[in-house]
């Protein structure tokens, strides 16, 4: 499935009428999707349809018309004093059938489903008035145990909006593709189940971004053979460590180990290497220089060369000398490098003004894994203006700089500045020191069998499938980094099986 921002489905939906279909039909066939979800969600009971002055609201009034027409109770709350000709047309239909118009919810009648057909995606700022208040009441209604089915997106989400005033869905029904803002930033707080209603939208031939589902992932799995060893998967290098963060090195590490890559070595510095010997055995353990801080040292740095993979700036700490190994890698490692958390900090506060020359001079292929704020740190946004973009301020930048990048948020961007996949499995038990060490060492464990950009999205999609497995042993309250990591094996179970079988 596609994520298409609202621009780009404006776009299609324009493409779609060009080429002979009415905005009309395309209005029936989403009304018609509306009903049937609307039925699947409450086969008994009244409902009600919410409707703005949008093509939204159109499409709400012919989901309560044939709703009507299947010999449903519904209402309908329509109290615009704007509306667009399509929106009017399937009014008057409504009307002609009888129906009648309220212009407030009801507060005394008990409904099974409010379908919320209010404000779609052209919502600019806030919402304010009456249509504030409306959405309260159905937010209301849904404490009282009713139903919330959105269409499009929530009333009164968009992208941007700090703690926006909108629908909480039980589910929201994207009409012809899945919409950014219904996925991204606040909206998996508030969508409830995404799902997707095929209307006949043409797209445009161009690039867009991909919802990342487990049937693909599957098929991104490198293939393994009976006849086989531990040289047949390559080698993963993680340099990363400090006194200060132990566990970050432990944690990546373990997480590449369980990454189907056949050799691993964790390269820290000498005066907390004795505290690893026993915590990964099946890891080689390297110094990178004597002391308890990593400092740069070419000869060891050299003997990283020849792994298919490494990754780098785990619990480092932000030095010049940890700038100093990320401009090494760059400017002499061939293979592919995650650069992640220390190492991405330290380029940001040593290197910045280098970073054209060293990205697009680089010879390895780059996967870099920031959090928003690391991500406002490399780009020099706002971590406001990064959420207001959303998936083009990471397109953007993987762009300008010709490298992959894993924008890690409630959903996760993973773009290389032409293809895009937004990664939205997960839980919030993840927004917790260590998830992003988990995932580092997952990406390098998978590239080095396959390709950095692949490696990335599937790495990503891995990570946040084992978090999802190990939260119903753990709950999201407990969930720690190494839950997750103990669970890959079973994430990992579930993706090959699922390419077996469907």
């Known amino acids: ?269 000498k005066g907390i290497l004795s505290s690893y010997i026993l915590k990964v055995p099946e890891v080689l353990l390297k110094s990178t220089n004597d002391g308890d801080r990593y400092a740069f040292n070419e000869e060891t740095m050299q003997e990283t060369l020849g792994y298919e993979s490494i990754a780098y700036g785990m619990g480092m700490g932000v030095s010049k000398e940890v700038a100093k190994g990320a401009i090494y890698l760059l400017q002499r490692y061939t293979g592919r490098l995650v650069l992640d958390a220390d190492g991405l900090n330290s380029l940001a506060a040593y290197e910045k003004e280098r970073f054209d020359s060293l990205f697009k001079n680089k010879k390895c292929d780059v996967v870099l894994t920031p959090h928003l704020k690391e991500f406002s740190r490399l780009s020099g946004k706002s971590v406001e203006e990064i959420v207001q973009e959303g998936m083009f301020a990471a397109r953007e930048f993987a762009a300008r700089y010709r490298v992959n990048v894993v924008l890690k948020s409630a959903a996760v961007s993973v773009t290389d500045g032409r293809k895009t996949y937004l990664v939205t499995n997960g839980t919030s038990g993840q927004a917790k020191g260590g998830s992003g060490d988990v995932l580092s060492g997952v990406i390098a464990g998978l590239c080095a069998n396959t390709s950095a950009f692949f490696g990335a999205v599937l790495g990503t999609y891995l990570s946040q499938s084992a978090a999802e497995i190990a939260v119903e042993e753990s709950g999201e309250y407990s969930l720690t980094a190494s839950d997750c990591i103990d669970c890959l094996g079973a994430a990992f179970l579930k993706l090959t099986r699922s390419r077996k079988f469907e």
């Open 1 to 269: 499935m596609y994520v298409l921002t609202n621009e780009e489905m404006r776009e299609a939906d324009r493409y779609t009428i060009e080429s002979g279909t009415s905005a009309i039909e395309l209005m029936e066939r989403a009304g018609l999707a509306l009903a049937d979800e609307a039925e699947q969600m409450a086969p008994t009971g009244a409902i009600v349809c919410v409707c703005g002055g949008g093509n939204n609201g159109g499409d709400g009034f012919v989901c309560a018309r044939i709703l009507r027409e299947r010999r449903r109770e519904v209402d309908v709350v329509f109290f615009a004093e704007r509306a667009t000709k399509e929106c009017l047309f399937n009014k008057e239909k409504w009307e002609r059938m009888d129906g009648e118009v309220v212009s407030f919810l009801p507060k005394n009648k008990k409904y099974a489903l409010a379908v919320d057909c209010l404000v779609g995606t052209g919502l600019r700022g806030g919402l304010q008035g009456k249509n504030a208040e409306t959405v309260e009441r159905m937010n209301a209604l849904k404490g009282q145990g009713v139903k919330i089915l959105s269409a499009d997106i929530p009333s009164g989400l968009c992208a941007g909006e700090k703690e926006p005033c909108a629908v909480r869905a039980d589910v929201t029904l994207c009409i012809g593709e899945i919409k950014a803002d219904a996925v991204y930033g606040d909206g998996l707080d508030f969508s409830g189940r995404v799902k997707r209603a095929d209307i006949g939208i043409l797209l445009p031939e161009r690039e867009y971004a991909v919802l990342a589902e487990a049937k693909e992932m599957a098929g991104l799995l490198p293939l393994r053979k009976r006849n086989s060893h531990k040289g047949s998967y390559h080698r993963a290098a993680i340099v990363a460590g400090s006194i200060e963060y132990t566990g970050a090195a432990y944690l990546s590490a373990a997480a590449c180990l369980r990454s189907g890559v056949g050799y691993t070595a964790l390269f820290l510095p």
